[in-house]
């Protein structure tokens, strides 16, 4: 299984990107996906999770209402729209796998089996 997250980059603090991850060498559909970060000095934390179906999706609290989470089972893709950044934004942000197929939305590292390499993204105040 493989994961490419892309879309990070450099932005002022109010402005918007969009992360990608496409997931290869599994059935895409079936399993729990799950965007997490992490910032120089501190744990990875868990960002935001939809299920295998996309129906259902859950945010950590200071993500709500800017965040969104999708996923496009056609393109075995997955997204992260990201709005009002904040110079607190500012980590590696890693897309992950649930390890088990038809599951729920993990909130855990350690139920998610695989990791992409993580993409950064840096905002400025």
């Known amino acids: 299984v493989q994961l490419q997250a892309s879309g990070g980059g450099l932005v002022q603090a109010g402005g918007s990107l969009r992360l990608s991850c496409v997931v290869s060498?599994?059935?895409?559909?079936?399993?729990?996906l799950g965007w997490f970060r992490q910032a120089p000095g501190k744990e990875r934390e868990f960002v935001a999770g939809?299920?295998?179906?996309?129906?259902?999706?859950y945010y950590a609290d200071s993500m709500k209402g800017r965040f969104t989470i999708s996923r496009d089972n056609a393109k075995n893709t997955m997204y992260l729209q990201m709005n009002s950044l904040k110079p607190g934004d500012t980590a590696i942000y890693y897309c992950?796998?649930?390890?088990?197929?038809?599951?729920?939305?993990?909130?855990?590292?350690?139920?998610?089996?695989?990791w992409g390499q993580g993409t950064q993204v840096t905002v400025s105040s």
């Open positions: 992950a796998v649930r390890g088990q197929r038809y599951s729920e939305i993990g909130l855990k590292l350690d139920e998610y089996a695989y």
């Open positions: 060498g599994r059935t895409f559909s079936i399993y729990p």
């Open positions: 939809i299920s295998w179906s996309g129906t259902y999706t």
